[in-house]
């Protein structure tokens, strides 16, 4: 069976640092991989896609960035956080993105 | 684009009756649907979907209806249990569209009272 696997949980980083989140999918190939944003008590806000290795298309223009090493891994980065950064951050599998990682609580300060 | 979107913020509940929430969408090109159960500080969990072929779809306590016609579905939760509160929310796609993903409503809060 397909899994997905987000790390780390919960993260505190300062303004201006960088930021790297890793999403890994195990059981398929060649899924289409997302990262979505959820801020609180808003719906969820797609922020990339991929439907590829190295294929990347980007929904918000914002100070994140995806990238696409491996078939089933899926990276959020960023060279410098601001604090409208702070959110949960969840990367999901499937052909729409209907299956979802644990999630990523990051908070700037 | 379509809107997804929820009639309740919050719904609450007696231990052991039903439980029904609502979701209506604005794009009648969208053709499947999924319910998601999401409990505090974790990832939504996949509970329910439906094609717009049907218009009902049963599964364990839960039952999804669609009404394409007023472009309405709902998830029934049978006998709800204490481990039913979370938020559930829908979201739709148009199947034949491409990768973008899925439009997401923002939530109903279920809560269960003892």
């Known amino acids: 069976s397909q899994t997905i696997h987000q790390w780390p949980a919960t993260l505190v980083q300062p303004v201006g640092s960088p930021l790297s989140l890793e999403c890994t999918v195990e059981?398929?190939?060649?899924?289409?991989l997302y990262w979505y944003r959820q801020a609180a008590g808003r719906g969820l806000q797609l922020l990339f896609y991929s439907v590829g290795i190295g294929q990347i298309s980007s929904e918000v223009p914002q100070n994140l960035s995806a990238s696409r090493p491996q078939d089933r891994q899926f990276i959020l980065s960023s060279k410098k956080l601001l604090l409208s950064d702070s959110g949960f951050y969840l990367c999901?599998?499937?052909?729409?993105?209907?299956?979802f990682g644990q999630g990523t609580r990051l908070t700037v300060v | 684009g379509e809107s997804v979107g929820l009639h309740l913020p919050t719904l609450s509940v007696q231990e052991g009756d039903n439980s029904i929430i609502n979701c209506a969408y604005s794009n009648s090109a969208s053709d499947y649907f999924i319910w998601y159960k999401q409990e505090s500080g974790k990832g939504p969990q996949f509970i329910i979907d439906i094609r717009s072929n049907m218009d009902k779809r049963q599964g364990q306590r839960v039952t999804v209806l669609l009404n394409k016609t007023v472009k309405h579905l709902s998830l029934q939760i049978a006998a709800t249990q204490p481990g039913d509160s979370a938020v559930y929310f829908c979201?739709?796609?148009?199947?034949?569209?491409?990768?973008?993903?899925?439009?997401f409503g923002k939530g109903t809060h279920l809560i269960i009272q003892p």
């Open positions: 059981g398929t190939s060649n899924p289409n």
């Open positions: 999901a599998w499937g052909r729409q993105g209907a299956f």
């Open positions: 979201a739709g796609a148009y199947s034949g569209g491409g990768a973008d993903g899925l439009t």
